[in-house]
């Protein structure tokens, strides 16, 4: 049984406490904070990143954690007028309560099983956010970034468009407590502003997923399990997988599709 401050580290939560200074250091300098800046943090843990984000001359402070037990410890023991801690799953957050306080920066360590989940939560409020800085499990990062060939797909599609990205420290197992099996990576993200509209963007999305299902295998196979039409598309097109297409290529597609 792991512990920490004498309170039991549950894995369902995937409760990986960072250990190293330079790295929250990192952190903070990648975003720009002055004392205007509302910052929100997805799980404190025992507040190694909040107690350095209070370090810098913010406005306020808003962790949204989901064990009780750190709830409770990180308000006992960081005592600071700019910090507020809520007892709550982030992805079950109304950000009408952020809205008074907007544009919000992210700093956060997160829970490497609800990585994609928590950064689509973000994108769906992305008018709500400046820009972040999060850990996150080196694999993960890599399929954000990629452009073509093995990894690249659906994520890496998705957030690219919504966001810019730039790839940040890699960090070793042994700067957390208890070392995580794998490698994580920093990454820095800003919503983009005035994106080109999609067509029925919520069914190109659906598109995508079913593009990327089988990579291996052709655009016209894996087309053939969505039921759409292939009479606008040339052979050429057809015969490609998907990992050989950029988004602009995809996107001519969709529109010839629908």
Known sequence: MVRSAGITLKKKYGQHFLR???VVDHMTQAVDLDTTSSVFEIGCGDGFLTRHILTTDIARLWVFEIDQQWVEY????IPDKRLT???ENFLDLNWDRLQEFRPWTVLANLP???TFPILHHIQEHREMIKEGVVMVQEEVAQKIFKTS????GYPSLFFQYYFTWKLLDKVPPTDFYPAPKVHSRLIYFKPKIDIKPI?????????IRLCFKQPRRTLRNNLKQGQYPQGSLTDDILDLRAQQMSMADLLAVWEKLI
């Open 199 to 207: 067509p029925q963007e919520e069914n190109f999305w659906k598109f």
């Open 74 to 77: 990180v308000k006992n023991r």
């Open 149 to 152: 060939g093995r990894g690249y």
């Open 112 to 114: 490497y099983q609800v």
């Open 85 to 87: 801690v809520f007892h």
């Open 20 to 22: 190293n200074q330079q």
